[in-house]
């Protein structure tokens, strides 16, 4: 069972605080390594998460939450998500890639400023 490690409020992606991102990550022993993983939300709301083990330099796989609200297929690799903005510098949402390769957005009503 994975046991709570960390959570960060107003997580950071690629160098962007997204105000609001809620970022929980979760580990447990598996054999000799520790695998982990990080859920994001917003609002309350699963947005994606990752995981791997600890220690490597990328996530092994990542699932995006469909607009049906399930866990899509997971993908390999890191998740790709993009922080979006409105015409100020304010945070609008953010854009996750689909298992089918498009684009989920989520937005943040109303934007907020970084």
Known sequence: MF????TVD???LDGVTV???RAEFLRRPDGARVATV???????RDLFMAWGYVGEDHCRYYAVRGVDGDWEAAQAGCPRVRVLRDGTDAVAGLAMRSATGDWLVAGFAPAVRV
């Open 3 to 6: 046991e709570p490690h960390l």
């Open 19 to 21: 105000p609001g991102l």
């Open 38 to 44: 990080g859920r994001y939300s917003h609002a309350g």
């Open 10 to 12: 107003d997580a950071d």
